[in-house]
């Protein structure tokens, strides 16, 4: 295992001190819950939104929060679920009156721990909580940690939609229903060319050949639809394009798109492939309206991509285009 | 080798290709002379700012085009200099009349390939052209395709803050100028844990043991200081900043801090490297005014990092905060 760590036990904690010193300006860190959290008190009236998972898939979810965004994340280990603690300290710190939005990707634990934040924040607080739990990814229906679709890309384009709904006024009942849109509106699959290696582990999550590539991975090293022979980018776009076209009821309306990339695959190669799989939308009909494309939901340093397609109504647009300032997406602001 | 790509000649072009319809809103392909240039003519009288260098480092050079950050970037086959008809023709279209500044980093034919485009540019068009050199990198005195140390991370600063005073209208003189206190104040210093694989070679560049790193890589692969054991990452810091403190003259100015990833290193483990670096800037006296993380001059997929201290004044620092929108850095835009 080659990384730039100290202690293994000590990579969620040392991280979120490097976070804290590079945006300590607009960001503070509550290194008992391990949260990340906007530097300056949530503004009366504004819904809350909290989100946080597993640690390793950086900048989800703390590189995400700050104005036009989130308004905490919870870091779990890596690839280990935040504890109800987290979740509860995080909603109480961010309630401006409001209530709070807890955006939650579909895996086990992840739903379980965030359901039990909500029953202490209403035991204890008395504020009002809705969730959202992401599941666009197409590749399989249950899977390692998963009853259900797992949760991958789409939460990141959820998170800027719906941190712009807030940060523009509207109430929970309004935040929620716009972030629920975009979850039933995105689809995701993903590819990986190699395994990551959990710090606390120590070796490879799983074994792939020189030659293969697994085919629907998950952001875990989950098993996806099949392993192939590695093949050429314009293949793979289609193994990407295919199942999310599939899975749609739409294919003219315009479509904000994320080509993500996994941790260790260099941007060259993302935009390339970003080429392929317009290229494929554009022939399907698609109008791809707006893109994003770079590292946004990894799996450490795992090497591969995936591809997330949102059908965007004008709504969801402008509130794409909304302001944001946060450390991994930033414009307007 | 495991590569999201079609035939490894096509890379660089294929790789343009996504770039354009990606950014096409702002920025344009010259695909005949692999050139990415902003959507817009020159602005008459400004300065224009040309860079350029070997593919395999994204975003540098392709991703800082645009308003406030470069006006044309020359693409190189993956780490191989672009042609001096590349830089004449970019030259020749970001020029406003007033002249253009062309960024190089020190390797050798990318300083002869920008000097014989200067000769053209001058017996072709009359356009007056000013180059700044960088070399920033602390590591060796000559390399293996350098004579002089090399220039690294701090053609990312420079490219932002010359980019800057060229967009609020200073005239060539005082571009250059900015542009060449900029490198004579940054020093950088870079590690790798892995090699990176050119797709034309197909295997990787250099062999590293699985319990070696190599202190003072560049970020072609060519070798360093030594070969070390892997460390933990606070010595791996100290192994950063040290040589870096030793080259400079002052450190109690306030200073620009870049930790750069090498393209296959988690931007998990980027912050926890920034949170040591910054702790052993701060026990030196160094000020850090302004940082940034992540991804910015990178080598393909080496896993590794790479420090730059740039000791700034208030000029500079304004000319850093001001605005830009580029694909690779967006802010106040």
């Known amino acids: 295992m080659k990384k730039l760590i100290n202690a293994p036990a000590d990579v969620v904690a040392e991280g979120l001190v490097g976070l804290e010193r590079a945006h300590g300006d607009r960001l503070r860190v509550d290194h008992a819950h391990r949260l ?7 503004r009366p009236g504004k819904v809350g939104l909290v989100s946080g998972g597993g640690s390793g898939h950086e900048p989800l979810h703390s590189g995400f929060v700050g104005r036009g965004m989130l308004d905490a994340a919870c870091c779990g280990e890596v690839f280990t679920s935040p504890v109800p603690d987290q979740v ?4 109480a710190a961010v309630d401006g009156g409001a209530g709070v939005l807890h955006i939650v990707k579909n895996y086990t634990g992840d739903v379980m721990n965030f359901e039990m934040a909500a029953e202490l924040v209403a035991a204890e607080t008395g504020v009002r909580v809705e969730a959202v739990v992401t599941d666009d990814d197409v590749a399989v229906q249950d899977s390692t940690w998963t009853a259900g679709r797992r949760g991958v ?3 990141v384009l959820l998170e800027k939609i719906a941190g712009a709904a807030a940060e523009e006024g509207r109430d929970l009942d309004a935040v929620l229903a716009v972030a629920r849109r975009v979850n039933e509106r995105g689809r995701s699959m993903g590819v990986a060319l190699t395994s990551c290696t959990v710090p606390q582990a120590g070796r490879p999550t799983f074994d792939l050949g020189e030659d293969e590539m697994e085919v629907g991975i998950g952001i875990h090293g989950e098993p996806g639809r099949h392993r192939v022979p590695l093949a050429p980018a314009r293949e ?3 193994m990407l394009v295919e199942p999310i076209l599939a899975d749609r009821d739409a294919t003219g309306e315009p479509a904000i798109v994320l080509l993500n990339g996994m941790g260790g695959t260099p941007l060259l190669e993302l935009y390339l492939m970003y080429g ?3 290229a494929l939308l554009e022939r399907a009909g698609v109008r791809v309206a707006r893109s994003l494309v770079g590292n946004y939901i990894t799996s450490l340093e795992m090497a591969g991509c995936s591809l997330t397609v949102l059908g965007a109504d004008d709504d969801m647009l402008g509130l794409w285009d909304a302001p944001v300032d946060t450390p991994a997406l930033r414009w307007g602001a």
């Open 153 to 155: 890309g789409v939460t």
């Open 36 to 42: 990340v959290l906007r530097a300056h008190a949530p």
């Open 88 to 91: 509860l300290a995080a909603t």
């Open 236 to 238: 793979v776009a289609a």
């Open 276 to 278: 392929e799989v317009a």
